[in-house]
């Protein structure tokens, strides 16, 4: 995954959970790998299945609702986040998309205290992640 090989990934994943579905944890790299390929209702499949067998995992509820935030399912993006924020406070990544969640139902407010709790804990992903809208918004209003 982190040479951006998403495809082999979701390849060599698939085939670890043909062999052995027992463990959630390779459906959940296999969902994060789904969120960087589009794929999000396989992503989103996968994310389920590990909230199932594993309620008390906060980053499989921050992976569901991250699939939720991608596809502008706020009010489900929310309540996935939340939990996950509830589970590991300490989280930043979920508390970026429990701030995007927010932005998306309009809490702008509530959405600027989350991405604060954010950069405490996950700096340069929210920065990066930051910069990128800013890019994609600069390119969209380009003459």
Same mark, same amino acid.
């Given at each position: 995954? +982190?040479?951006?090989? #998403?495809?082999?990934a979701?390849?060599?994943?698939? !085939?670890?959970?043909?062999?052995?579905? $027992? @463990?959630?944890?390779?459906?959940?790299?296999?969902?994060m790998v789904?969120?960087?390929?589009?794929?999000l209702? !396989?992503?989103?499949?996968? %994310? +389920? $299945?590990?909230?199932? $067998?594993?309620?008390?995992?906060?980053?499989?509820?921050?992976?569901?609702?991250?699939?939720?935030?991608?596809?502008?399912?706020?009010?489900?993006? #929310?309540?996935? @986040?939340? &939990?996950?924020? !509830? @589970? !590991?406070?300490?989280?930043?990544?979920?508390? #970026?998309?429990?701030?995007?969640?927010?932005?998306?139902?309009? &809490? *702008?407010?509530?959405?600027?205290? #989350? @991405?604060?709790?954010?950069?405490?804990?996950?700096?340069?992903?929210?920065n %990066? &992640?930051? *910069?990128?809208k800013?890019?994609?918004?600069?390119?969209?209003?380009?003459?």
């Amino acid at each position: 995954m +982190e040479q951006n090989q #998403y495809a082999e990934a979701e390849s060599l994943l698939t !085939e670890i959970i043909e062999n052995d579905d $027992a @463990l959630p944890e390779p459906r959940l790299y296999r969902a994060m790998v789904r969120i960087r390929m589009s794929k999000l209702p !396989e992503a989103l499949e996968d %994310a +389920e $299945a590990c909230v199932q $067998a594993r309620p008390e995992n906060g980053v499989a509820h921050m992976v569901e609702g991250e699939v939720f935030v991608h596809m502008k399912d706020f009010m489900r993006a #929310y309540a996935s @986040l939340r &939990k996950a924020c !509830e @589970l !590991e406070r300490d989280n930043g990544r979920a508390y #970026y998309f429990l701030a995007e969640a927010c932005l998306g139902l309009g &809490k *702008a407010e509530e959405a600027s205290d #989350y @991405l604060e709790v954010a950069l405490q804990f996950e700096r340069d992903f929210v920065n %990066a &992640k930051l *910069a990128t809208k800013i890019l994609e918004t600069g390119q969209r209003s380009s003459p």
